[in-house]
């Protein structure tokens, strides 16, 4: 309990390794070329996470959930707190692969055995949103300046994602990379429900989390 971000970020590596080999599971050009595309990607949104982890720690002196959250309030408008927010939301985001940081899961899908498709779509990003919700709801609650960049930047992304997603799945011809960015635009309004900062908006969420991994 007392390291609780940092075990986030740990489960979030285990789970992160276990993925790039599914991908590259065939061990042909085109499995390893999407896996390194996979692993680049998601290897620099954990250079962000552990950044963002680093700056809180350093500015609060803990890592739990409930402590941090404590700190902050207490702390008001401090600029190391926001970046913290800043970083960890960003790392988040791309692990749940919400624009622009959405290109690396259509390339893992068009290349991934189906069955591996099935838990990056049903699992794997959708958990992204889980921990980004975690911390925009409870450990950022008392941070003015963090709910505001919730409630504008994420909203704005959110129906970006979306629209984009939505676009994009509509040209595709490849039927892995069609599902990818179908899943992409359901991220998108899933990350809407975060933004809306509301009890409502954070159990479509949950609803919706279920729903669309079933």
Same mark, same amino acid.
């Given at each position: 309990?007392?390291?609780?971000?940092?075990?986030?970020?740990?489960?979030?590596?285990?789970?992160?390794?276990?993925?790039?080999?599914?991908?590259?599971?065939?061990?042909?050009?085109?499995?390893?070329?999407?896996?390194?595309?996979?692993?680049?990607?998601?290897?620099?949104?954990?250079?962000?996470?552990?950044?963002?982890?680093?700056?809180?720690?350093?500015?609060?002196?803990?890592?739990?959930?409930?402590?941090?959250?404590?700190?902050?309030?207490?702390?008001? $408008?401090?600029?190391? %707190?926001? #970046?913290? &927010?800043?970083? !960890?939301?960003? @790392?988040?985001? *791309?692990?749940? =692969?919400?624009?622009?940081?959405?290109?690396?899961?259509?390339?893992?899908?068009?290349?991934?055995?189906?069955?591996?498709?099935?838990?990056?779509?049903?699992?794997?990003?959708?958990?992204?949103?889980?921990?980004?919700?975690?911390?925009?709801?409870?450990?950022?609650?008392?941070?003015?300046? $963090?709910?505001?960049? %919730?409630? #504008?930047? &994420?909203?704005? !992304?959110?129906? @970006?994602?979306? *629209?984009?997603? =939505?676009?994009?799945?509509?040209?595709?011809?490849?039927?892995?990379?069609?599902?990818?960015?179908?899943?992409?635009?359901?991220?998108?309004?899933?990350?809407?429900?975060?933004?809306?900062?509301?009890?409502?908006?954070?159990?479509?969420?949950?609803?919706?989390?279920?729903?669309?991994?079933?």
């Amino acid at each position: 309990r007392a390291l609780a971000l940092f075990n986030l970020f740990g489960w979030f590596e285990v789970m992160s390794v276990a993925a790039f080999a599914l991908t590259a599971y065939r061990l042909e050009r085109p499995s390893l070329v999407g896996a390194l595309n996979f692993t680049v990607t998601n290897s620099l949104a954990s250079f962000m996470m552990l950044g963002g982890i680093g700056l809180i720690y350093a500015r609060v002196g803990a890592l739990d959930f409930g402590a941090m959250s404590d700190a902050i309030a207490r702390r008001g $408008a401090d600029p190391v %707190v926001i #970046g913290a &927010f800043c970083l !960890l939301a960003a @790392a988040l985001m *791309v692990k749940a =692969a919400i624009v622009p940081f959405h290109f690396w899961l259509s390339d893992a899908h068009a290349v991934a055995p189906s069955p591996v498709c099935v838990i990056f779509s049903g699992a794997m990003v959708s958990v992204g949103l889980f921990a980004l919700a975690k911390l925009a709801f409870w450990v950022f609650a008392g941070s003015t300046e $963090a709910q505001t960049l %919730v409630r #504008g930047c &994420f909203m704005a !992304l959110g129906g @970006a994602t979306a *629209v984009i997603g =939505a676009l994009m799945a509509w040209s595709q011809r490849h039927l892995k990379r069609m599902l990818a960015f179908s899943t992409i635009a359901h991220l998108g309004i899933m990350l809407t429900g975060v933004a809306a900062m509301s009890r409502t908006g954070l159990a479509g969420l949950l609803v919706y989390i279920v729903g669309h991994g079933l």
